[in-house]
T-cell receptor
């Protein structure tokens, strides 16, 4: 299957700081998704991106579909304790199958 | 809101047993998916279905089969459970055409 490189693997930040993470692929993707997973729960969709260059916000979260179509970025502004969790990117080439990154574990220190 | 319901949150079975994991979605989605999630490996696709009675293999189908007799229900079957199938199993559904997937809460399966 396709390999998505998600970085960083983990982050430890102070409450109030901004967070940036990214996902890269060797292939051109047509869709990028970003999910958050809390411990013991299923991933929850945060943002969906369907066009190259697209920039979409969801509250304090902003994600971008890279112009090369091989990468995507997620930013979280002014982090709060409930932002703790694992963030996954997912990309789609064609058809219905998505490929997932290995996740970024975020810890917010109050 | 989309609701994807997995029948069990936790399940413990013995090696060699036939195991059924059930998933139901309430949004009339065409597509349904089964993943397993392991530490450091992310989510890996086992099987997916784009219509009733239709199925396609994902990246790791060995040791698994699936059934989709009704549009809202997608079952994952472990034909003869083995210890290396101990994992978190996630079901998801979506509209056709590569739209965003919505996940259930997962089933944590332990094979002893």
């Amino acid at each position: 299957g396709q390999q998505l490189n998600q970085s960083p693997q983990s982050m430890f930040i102070q409450e109030g700081e901004d967070v940036s993470m990214n996902c890269t692929s060797s292939s051109i993707f047509n869709t990028w998704l970003w999910y958050k997973q809390d411990p013991g729960e299923g991933p929850v969709l945060l943002i969906a991106l369907y066009k190259a260059g697209e920039l979409t916000s969801n509250g304090r979260l902003t994600a971008q579909f890279g112009i090369t179509r091989k990468d995507s970025f997620l930013n979280i502004s002014a982090s709060i304790p409930s932002d703790v969790g694992i963030y996954f990117c997912a990309g789609r080439l064609t058809g219905n199958q998505f490929y997932f990154g290995t996740g970024t574990s975020l810890t917010v220190i109050p | 809101d989309v609701k994807v319901t997995q029948s069990s949150r936790y399940l413990v079975k013995r090696t060699g047993e036939k195991v059924f994991l059930e998933c139901v979605q309430d949004m009339d989605h065409e597509n349904m998916f089964w993943y397993r999630q392991d530490p450091g490996l992310g989510l890996r696709l086992i099987y997916f279905s784009y219509d009733v009675k239709m199925k396609e293999k994902g990246d790791i189908p060995e040791g698994y089969s699936v059934s989709r007799e009704k549009k809202e229900r997608f079952s994952l079957i472990l034909e003869s459970a083995s210890t290396n199938q101990t994992s978190m199993y996630l079901c998801a559904s979506s509209w056709a055409g590569g739209m965003a997937q919505h996940f259930g809460d997962g089933t944590r399966l332990s094979i002893l």
